[in-house]
């Protein structure tokens, strides 16, 4: 939800000085993209540009900037919202991608809005879009796509940014391309003349000439100075106005000063006291004052502040709620802290129980922190801490739980488990297992004793049940986890516990794995519905994303977009406070980018990845990092670069090999897309190698992993000239996946028996017709969801001879040219890429020791290497070693890689340990004496 309060313009005064001189500059922006008004506080920045944009009859949009905006998902929905108050039109499809990207690049959601823009027609253009205060703007990601809009705005838009300090943009590559418009501090100062005017004409001071430039002169034409100085001459009657201008030279220390002694000593007592109190408090309405400051008439002094124009800001329409301008909050802060500390801790523990009754827990616990009051923290993650983790304060929950005595932590069962919940949906799922045991003996001593809180330790037991039940899937104990979760649902009807939401959750999980997708979706939709009803965000967004990825691979595209449309709308009206984390699941935007890159749409696939990798940067949980890199590889095979994308699948299979007791279900199958990329790389032995270790007997936790291993096989067994071994397996392929109603696989097994029957025809003069038939089977049911891609991501040229010698009326004519125009695109692109790995252009210097690293695994070493090592490097260990003997540092290493530096530092202790070594010297003289870095 945007706050309305931030697209309200400043009013017109008709007393303000207009600026002339200025407005003409301004005048002269036709033609532009940017205009920039920069100065520090107080130079009339807003004024001067509220001015100009009700001066001129273009139309124009307004949104004043603060803190809180710079975090890219935030700040481009505001900017969306801003351009809504005047065209509803434009940045619907923006906003759908904007309620998922959240850490990175927004260029799909960009593109989108940009599109909606140049549409725009109106008889004054161009749009005005003012951007208040934009030096709150410092996020690196914000910038960096702000630049990708300026270069790309449609002349249509003209945007007007004030700001206190020259933002990081490139305005010296702007200047050049004649985009700018600049004002400055030295342009806002006042002149003698404009002095003049703003004392007699808008303060009604009637000064003279001579001291109007006495005062512009020591004010240096600062407009915020000079209005405190006729503030302060109105209780000062006995001094000269220019002599109190003599006090200023325009440095923030003097403000504060000046703030202080000309400002806040100047008011009545009353209203000091007032000033000084309620500085602590960064919004203020008149209930909020009146409990923290113990008087019943705040409303009415909060009134009058905005009547006497005192530094205080309204931040409604109604007139409820206000915030002090913040040079003037800060300054009467530091003075509060200075003069009363202990009542500092006062007004803070009577702002905290307020905050408390009225439902701000989170702004209350902050609070709590800055008091330090150990004892009320406790009391209130108690209380508080299921709905908290529930609304995605999992993580915070750890922090502030950590801050507690160890002591008190470890003899207080809610506490305990609000630690494991935390674990839990941040997917720590091995640290979870001794603090259970700990706290079931904590509960039965607790019992036993006939504690307090007996009752409530009962009550955990059913919560313990349940993760219990989740530990159990990570084992395939699927015994157990019948048992768990079956005592978890008769405890749940015998009490009023909201565990139902994630009980069916895990019910969703386990028919998944089974491939019994119906069960699963009923499983998963009850999960919802009950996580709407129990208030459990985290738990919808998660049922919702697992649900996206099965109705994915049964080729329900649009139902998977519906559902999860159907889930953020519940989601932005549940989560209406900008300050509540964003949760994100990796299962629903794997599901959004793989429906996206179906679909052709890369761009808006590329949105969706975005969000999550933040997490491979700073480091996330065994499950979610196989998913993204997963993810990343789908999309580096989609856009030709085979080599990136198999050092994403060695990261994954790695941390998967290592990782594999901690994570509840069988993640993407990794090994199939590896096989993808060896196909297109054209590696032979590898191929061969991978398909001697496969059996038809091999036991896969999920039936999905089972029915893509088959198709992966059949794959191989096509490239290799097996094509009756290929048609084997897809026959038992497509009848499980006909009989389970996976239809992507099954479009994907009728496309590959396709191009089996098709090479048989080449070289064994097989009837044609039972390729055709399946291809056309195939298009016909691609056709009605809309999946474009799995035909080119197939052998091309085969795939493409096929589709040309299908005629069939059954498909429609507008799919047939969607399909041919990605094919046309995929041979251009195709003729400029070789698969030979060592030349290939689509294959980096990076991804060449990916590649380079992958065919020494699978080649093998020899027996003599075999020997003299511990234990084999792994793909990854062979890539840092190939980037090492390039001369790159660790840092460097960590770019190339896309790695953490921490990683990367583990990568080469694993294998300094493995070869027996101790420093990157050695490393690379053994390496050249087991010739692991020859060239393949």
């Known amino acids: 939800m945007l706050l309305q309060t931030k697209f309200f313009a400043p009013a017109s005064n008709p007393k303000t000085i207009v600026r002339s001189r200025l407005l003409d500059e301004l005048a002269n922006s036709a033609g532009k993209k940017i205009s920039l008004v920069i100065a520090p506080a107080g130079y009339g920045k807003t004024t001067l540009v509220s001015q100009w944009v009700h001066h001129v009859d273009n139309p124009f949009t307004w949104l004043s900037l603060d803190g809180s905006d710079n975090e890219p998902r935030r700040f481009w929905q505001y900017i969306i919202g801003a351009f809504q108050r005047i065209y509803d039109n434009v940045g619907h499809e923006a906003n759908k991608l904007l309620n998922q990207a959240d850490f990175e690049c927004f260029e799909g959601a960009i593109t989108s809005l940009v599109n909606d823009l140049s549409l725009i027609e109106e008889p004054n253009l161009p749009v005005y879009l003012v951007l208040d205060d934009f030096h709150h703007i410092q996020d690196f990601d914000i910038l960096r796509n702000l630049v990708y809009f300026v270069d790309y705005l449609p002349p249509t838009v003209q945007l007007i940014l004030t700001s206190r300090t020259e933002p990081v943009l490139p305005l010296s590559r702007w200047r050049v391309r004649n985009y700018l418009v600049e004002i400055y501090a030295t342009d806002l100062a006042f002149s003698d003349e404009e002095c003049l005017r703003f004392f007699n004409e808008y303060m009604a001071k009637n000064i003279s000439l001579d001291e109007a430039q006495k005062i512009r002169a020591k004010t240096e034409g600062w407009v915020a100075a000079m209005q ?165 304060y999992h993580l915070p929950m750890l922090d502030w739980i950590a801050l507690l005595s160890p002591r008190e932590v470890e003899t207080t069962p809610r506490l305990q488990i609000l630690k494991i919940w935390s674990l839990f949906f941040s997917n720590r799922i091995e640290n979870i297992p001794p603090l259970l045991e700990n706290l079931e003996d904590l509960l039965d001593r607790r019992v036993a004793d006939s504690a307090p809180d007996a009752e409530d330790a009962l009550a955990i037991n059913s919560e313990i049940s349940l993760i219990r039940s989740y530990l159990a899937r990570t084992k395939s104990d699927l015994k157990s986890v019948n048992d768990l979760t079956r005592r978890v649902l008769e405890d749940i009807d015998n009490s009023n516990m909201p565990l139902k939401s994630v009980t069916y959750y895990g019910i969703g999980i386990d028919a998944f794995n089974k491939g019994d997708f119906n069960d699963a979706i009923n499983a998963l939709r009850s999960s919802i519905q009950y996580g709407k009803f129990e208030r459990k965000p985290s738990g919808v967004i998660s049922s919702t994303g697992l649900l996206s990825w099965i109705l994915l691979h049964m080729g329900e595209l649009k139902s998977a977009v519906e559902e999860f449309n159907q889930t953020q709308e519940w989601l932005d009206s549940y989560l209406s406070d900008p300050s509540q984390p964003k949760m994100i699941s990796c299962w629903q935007n794997g599901a959004l980018c793989e429906i996206y890159k179906e679909k052709n749409e890369l761009t808006i696939a590329q949105s969706y990845l975005a969000p999550l990798l933040g997490h491979l940067e700073v480091g996330t949980e065994p499950s979610q990092h196989i998913i993204i890199q997963y ?74 992993t089972r029915e893509l291993n088959l198709l992966a096989q059949a794959r191989a067994h096509n490239f290799l000239g097996d094509h009756q071994a290929a048609l084997h397996k897809l026959d038992l392929f497509i009848d499980e996946t006909r009989e389970h109603g996976h239809n992507r696989h099954l479009i994907e097994s009728l496309i590959n028996r396709s191009v089996a029957h098709y090479l048989a025809h080449l070289e064994q003069g097989e009837d044609l017709a039972l390729s055709v038939r399946d291809m056309t089977h195939a298009m016909t049911l691609a056709s009605r969801h809309q999946i474009l891609r799995v035909f080119v991501d197939e052998p091309l040229e085969q795939v493409w001879q096929i589709v040309n010698q299908c005629d069939s009326i059954i498909v429609p004519y507008s799919f047939r040219k969607q399909l041919m125009e990605c094919f046309t695109s995929m041979r251009s692109h195709a003729e400029t890429v070789t698969p030979d790995t060592e030349n290939s252009p689509a294959v980096s210097d990076t991804s060449a020791h990916a590649v380079k690293a992958a065919e020494t695994i699978s080649h093998g070493l020899n027996r003599k290497d075999q020997a003299e090592l511990i234990e084999p490097l792994s793909a990854r260990e062979l890539e840092v070693l190939f980037l090492i003997n390039d001369g790159l540092a660790n840092k460097q290493i960590a770019a190339k890689l896309s790695l953490a530096p921490a990683t990367v530092k583990a990568h080469i202790r694993n294998l300094y340990g493995k070869m027996a070594v101790k420093s990157r010297t050695e490393a690379l003289a053994k390496a050249r004496q087991l010739a692991l870095l020859e060239q393949n």
């Open 228 to 392: 405190l100085a006729a503030i302060s001459k109105d209780n000062a009657a006995s001094q000269r106005l220019s002599t109190q201008a003599a006090l200023y030279s325009g440095s923030d220390k003097l403000i504060n000063e000046y703030v202080l002694t000309e400002i806040l000593d100047q008011q009545p007592d009353n209203l000091k006291s007032f000033l000084l109190q309620s500085s602590c408090l960064l919004r203020l309405n008149g209930e909020f004052c009146d409990a923290v400051l113990d008087q019943d008439n705040s409303q009415e002094v909060l009134e009058d502040l905005e009547q006497s124009n005192l530094f205080i800001i309204p931040l409604d329409t109604s007139h409820q709620w206000y915030r002090y301008h913040d040079l003037f909050r800060e300054s009467l802060y530091h003075r509060l802290k200075l003069e009363s500390p202990d009542n500092v801790t006062t007004l803070q523990r009577k702002a905290i129980t307020w905050l408390l009754e009225h439902d701000q827990i989170h702004e209350s616990i902050d609070q709590l922190i800055q008091l330090q009051d150990w004892d009320w923290l406790k009391t209130v993650l108690t209380n508080h801490g299921n709905t908290l983790i529930h609304d995605g």
């Open 631 to 704: 993810i990343r590889a789908q999309l580096f095979i989609a856009s030709g670069e085979y080599g990136q994308a198999l050092e994403c699948l060695e990261d994954a299979s790695e941390l998967y090999a290592s990782k594999k007791e901690a994570i509840m279900f069988e993640p993407p199958y990794l090994e199939g897309v590896k096989i993808k990329c060896f196909l297109a790389l054209n590696q032979k032995q590898a191929i061969e190698q991978w398909l001697s270790t496969q059996s038809d007997n091999a036991d896969f936790r999920s039936q999905v």
